[in-house]
Nanobody, 122 residues
Framework: VQLQASGGGLVQAGGSLRLTCAAS????????MAWFRQAPGKEREWVAS????????YYADSVKGRSTISRNNAKYTVYLQMNNLKPEDTAVYYC????????????????WGQGTQVTVSS
């Protein structure tokens, strides 16, 4: 599966953004999908993931209550709605897919999009 993330931008603290990950290829429904982020000088960290049918979602504590991951399998698309953004949310956001493995482990994902920059000003 090929992935392309979009929707990043510059937003003030307290604002919202919706990131979109468009997938192409075969068997999108078979993949657990996730969003990761990487701030300058830091390791890539897991943000959220969603199971193949969208029935279960999981969030890092840092975004829980402020973000919602969702997917539309008919449109081969995954979304990350982020609200009440904080300066510490500034990072490049990546969507990723896996067929199996630990949902928060970056090494368990074999398919990655190119990333979209999110910058939150204070």
């Amino acid at each position: 599966v090929q992935l392309q993330a979009s929707g990043g931008g510059l937003v003030q603290a307290g604002g919202s953004l919706r990131l979109t990950c468009a997938a192409s290829g075969h068997s999108f429904r078979s993949y657990t999908m996730a969003w990761f982020r990487q701030a300058p000088g830091k390791e890539r960290e897991w943000v959220a993931s969603i199971t193949q049918n969208g029935g279960s979602t999981y969030y890092a504590d840092s975004v829980k209550g402020r973000s919602t991951i969702s997917r539309n399998n008919a449109k081969y698309t995954v979304y990350l709605q982020m609200n009440n953004l904080k300066p510490e949310d500034t990072a490049v956001y990546y969507c990723a897919g896996q067929l199996a493995g630990t949902r928060y482990d970056v090494n368990a994902y074999g398919y990655w999009g190119q990333g979209t920059q999110v910058t939150v000003s204070s």
